[in-house]
């Protein structure tokens, strides 16, 4: 017996008891067994998963909304005074970093948006801001980004640009403006007045 290497094997006979769940079965009829003997605790954690998945995702869609929240302006959609000028800092310094051209900003100002308010009220007084946003917005590069100061109150940021070249677009904007006052037949005028000023890089 102290001779060459032994193995103990254990031998559970086909017939005995139980046989149903040892390795007589093929893989596929083991695994169909195992299923069905336990259909109750598999639908049960399949429910589970679905509940941890909602769950998870519901509280993922928590996280973005707050995040929008906290970056952008919930009216206009454009950027809120806290980070829009974190952007524009930042947009700064790479323009700056990669030899861009200068930025510019453009202060807009609109006219006449508290008497909207007051005489009109201010479902016309938001249809007046984002009516001015629209307008801008659909005027500006995708490089290019709005900030909410307050308000009537907006900047306008155009990033690796002169004040050249900001006018020329506010010169866009100002043509659709007196389009708008022609054709609309609104109850107000879509004034605006704004100020433009390029930023010293470096």
Same mark, same amino acid.
């Not at 060459?4 to 254990?10: I, M, R």
């Not at 040892?22 to 083991?30: A, E, G, M, Q």
């Not at 959609?77 to 700064?92: E, Q």
């Given at each position: 017996l102290d001779e060459?290497?032994?193995? #103990?094997?254990?031998h559970i006979s086909p017939k005995g008891k139980n046989t /149903?769940? &040892?390795?007589?079965?093929? &893989?596929?009829?083991?695994?169909? !067994? %195992?299923? @069905?003997k336990n259909v109750p605790m598999l639908l049960l954690a399949i429910m589970m998963a679905i509940a941890i998945s909602f769950a998870i995702r519901e509280k993922q869609h928590q996280r973005e909304k707050?995040? =929008? =929240?906290?970056? !952008? /302006? %919930?009216m206009t959609?454009? =950027?809120?005074?806290?980070?829009? !000028? /974190? @952007? #524009? @800092?930042?947009? &700064?310094y790479y323009t700056s970093e990669t030899g861009g051209k200068k930025c510019t900003i453009c202060y807009v100002d609109i006219n006449g948006l508290k008497d909207v308010n007051d005489t009109l009220g201010h479902?016309?007084?938001?249809?007046l801001i984002l009516t001015v946003i629209n307008v801008v917005r659909a005027n500006i590069r995708g490089s290019d980004f709005i900030i909410r100061l307050g308000g009537d109150e907006f900047i306008i940021a155009f990033i690796n640009a002169?004040?050249?070249? +900001? *006018?020329? %677009?506010?010169?866009? &904007? +100002? *043509? *659709? !403006?007196s389009a708008i006052n022609k054709k609309d037949g609104r109850k107000y005028l879509v004034s605006v007045s704004h100020g433009i000023e390029e930023c010293v890089l470096g």
């Open positions: 060459g290497n032994w193995v #103990l094997v254990s /149903d769940l &040892i390795v007589s079965r093929s &893989i596929p009829d083991t695994m169909t !067994f %195992v299923v @069905k707050m995040k =929008y =929240y906290s970056e !952008f /302006d %919930v959609g454009v =950027y809120n005074r806290h980070s829009g !000028f /974190d @952007k #524009l @800092k930042t947009a &700064i479902a016309s007084g938001d249809e002169n004040a050249q070249n +900001a *006018e020329m %677009v506010w010169g866009r &904007i +100002a *043509e *659709e !403006f």
